[in-house]
């Protein structure tokens, strides 16, 4: 009996629960017995009390439903209202702990039923009943002239002062039921609400830290990536041009196998100060030795890139715009990684007569950095889209720090690459 609502249900309830309540109810028919026959041996209703077969019967159909009160809540409560009533008006000499079965039935309504609005409703069906039978019984009684003794001096009648008292005793009594009910939902709800956020909040840490695996798995491949890719591509070009007059122009194939050398011992530099950096990042503390320096990529370096572009045969220019100015550390060197990575592309996309120009502008609220080429040459066709890891990786670090970034090919040919970066 009872509708579940949308959003929680405390029923139906499991194994422990059901066995809890079949203990309570051997426990309260037990009891009963005892009451019973210590009430009968008393004369409680002398010679107009139910004969023990009776009794026996109504026992049962006062304690048995509790063993069932948490599965079927509101049908216990109507049961237990109706056996309460039948053990008054069968003159069962039990008047005890018949009220705590009815007490722990409409308690259980207002705990455990999720459909609030029946449980209101067969609450006060089964209280509004037992007043008005509360209320059929004082007339009765008052009907009854010499059933109370008759005090002409007192200040409250006594058969007032014994049906005010019966009526405060049952307000109280229901009135404790209803709020007791209703405190232990609240109680429960707050309880799945936290348990709720609880397992919300562990989801959460798990995003968090998974995502945090894979932030970190993207930085330690964009640093690869910037580490590596400019330099081994440089030493490629200058093998191959090595390779290529290494007959006809011995010193200038020694020159280029120079620049494979310098280029492979930066690129080891660079590679042991950024496993220092990640190492240091690991263990929450600066790394040992003297080689785990930060990466000192900044625009301090830009001139040693055209430098590069130049030893790798390619015509190349530094421009400056602007009055120089100290920029933020991660700046500069998102600046700097952008124009190594697009001079990388230069070499390996434009074409063996490309001519790269690399261009700083120092803005009020930023910098921008552009590095463009003319494009000449059987291999200057590249995609525009942007999908390479060269690419993503420029964009991400544009992204971190809040700047604007544009790649693309130009209109009068070639390949450009401008990144806007905030300083303020």
């Known amino acids: 009996m009872g509708r579940v609502t949308a959003d929680w249900a405390r029923l139906p309830v499991g194994p422990r629960e059901q066995r809890r309540d079949a203990l309570l109810a051997v426990v309260l028919a037990a009891g009963m017995v005892v009451t019973t026959t210590l009430y009968s041996a008393s004369g409680f209703y002398e010679d107009d009390q139910a004969a023990w077969w009776v009794s026996g019967l109504m026992i049962l159909a006062n304690s048995v439903p509790i063993a069932f009160r948490r599965r079927w809540p509101m049908t216990v409560a ?61 007339s009765f009684g008052w009907a009854v002239p010499n059933a109370l003794p008759n005090d002409r001096d007192a200040i409250i009648a006594p058969y007032v002062a014994y049906s005010l008292l019966n009526i405060l005793i049952n ?19 707050a309880k799945h609400e936290l348990d709720e956020r609880t397992a919300e909040l562990a989801a959460e840490r798990e995003r968090t830290a998974a995502q945090a695996v894979t932030l970190e798995r993207v930085r330690i491949a964009r640093e690869l990536h910037d580490v590596v890719a400019h330099h081994v591509s440089l030493m490629g070009v200058q093998a191959g041009a090595a390779r290529r007059v290494i007959d006809r122009d011995p010193a200038q194939a020694t020159a280029s196998l120079g620049v494979v050398e310098d280029s492979a011992r930066t ?158």
Not at 80 to 99: C, D, I, Y
Request: glycine share 12%.
């Open 171 to 189: 307000v109280v009594y229901f009135g404790g039921a209803w709020y007791a009910g209703n405190r232990a939902w609240a109680s429960a709800v």
């Open 78 to 138: 109507v049961w237990s209202a109706l056996a309460f009533a039948g053990t008054q008006l069968l003159h069962v000499p039990e008047v005890f702990l018949v009220n705590f079965t009815l007490f722990i039935a409409l308690y259980t309504v207002g705990a455990w039923c999720s459909d609030r609005v029946r449980a209101e409703v067969v609450r006060w069906v089964v209280i509004v009943g037992m007043f008005v039978w509360l209320f059929l019984a004082i």
């Open 267 to 424: 690129a080891v530099e660079e590679l042991r100060r950024m496993l220092g950096t990640l190492r240091a990042d690991d263990t929450g503390g600066p790394a040992d030795g003297p080689d785990t320096a930060p990466s000192t990529a900044g625009l301090g370096r830009l001139p040693e890139l055209v430098d590069a572009v130049r030893t790798a045969g390619h015509a190349a220019d530094l421009v400056v715009v602007g009055d120089e100015r100290p920029v933020p550390p991660t700046v500069g060197a998102v600046a700097f990684r952008i124009a190594q990575e697009a001079v990388t592309n230069v070499l390996k996309h434009a074409g063996p007569t490309a001519r790269a120009d690399v261009r700083l502008r120092y803005l009020d609220d930023g910098i921008e950095v552009e590095v463009a080429d003319d494009g000449h040459g059987e291999r200057a066709v590249r995609r525009a889209s942007g999908s390479g890891l060269g690419h993503v990786g420029m964009r991400e670090r544009v992204a971190a720090v809040g700047g604007r970034m544009e790649i693309g090919p130009r209109a009068r040919g070639g390949y450009l690459v401008r990144a806007w970066l905030p300083t303020t």
